[in-house]
């Protein structure tokens, strides 16, 4: 399955964005999609997934009761609404997807597929 990551830009903190991931290819019901970020300095840390159906989602602490994750499988996107940034939100986040389940603590590298980034800055 190929990605592409769009959406990122510039807002202030209280502000919103949505990111889309589009991806191509026939199956992709077969895949969980994540969002991941890397801040400058940084690791690539885990920010939210959605399993196949969409029925099951995850998130990370730090972005729980902000940010909402869905998917379209009919149009093979999912997206990641964010609410109520913060500066320390600011970051190039990645779509990524993987046939085995994304959740809450999956290391980056054993996930197998990945689109560009996008980069997201929240002024204060």
């Known amino acids: 399955v190929q990605l592409q990551a769009s959406g990122g830009g510039l807002v202030q903190a209280g502000g919103s964005l949505r990111l889309s991931c589009a991806a191509s290819?026939?199956?992709?019901?077969?895949?969980?999609v994540g969002w991941f970020r890397q801040a400058p300095g940084k690791e690539r840390e885990f920010v939210a997934a959605?399993?196949?159906?969409?029925?099951?989602?995850y998130y990370a602490d730090s972005v729980k009761g902000r940010f909402t994750i869905s998917r379209d499988n009919a149009k093979n996107t999912v997206n990641l609404q964010m609410n109520s940034l913060k500066p320390e939100d600011t970051a190039v986040y990645y779509c990524?997807?993987?046939?085995?389940?994304?959740?809450?603590?999956?290391?980056?590298?054993?996930?197998?597929?990945w689109g560009q980034g996008t980069l997201v800055t929240v002024s204060s």
């Open positions: 290819g026939r199956t992709f019901s077969r895949y969980a």
């Open positions: 990524a997807a993987d046939t085995a389940p994304l959740n809450v603590g999956v290391a980056s590298d054993k996930v197998h597929y």
């Open positions: 959605i399993m196949w159906s969409g029925r099951n989602t």
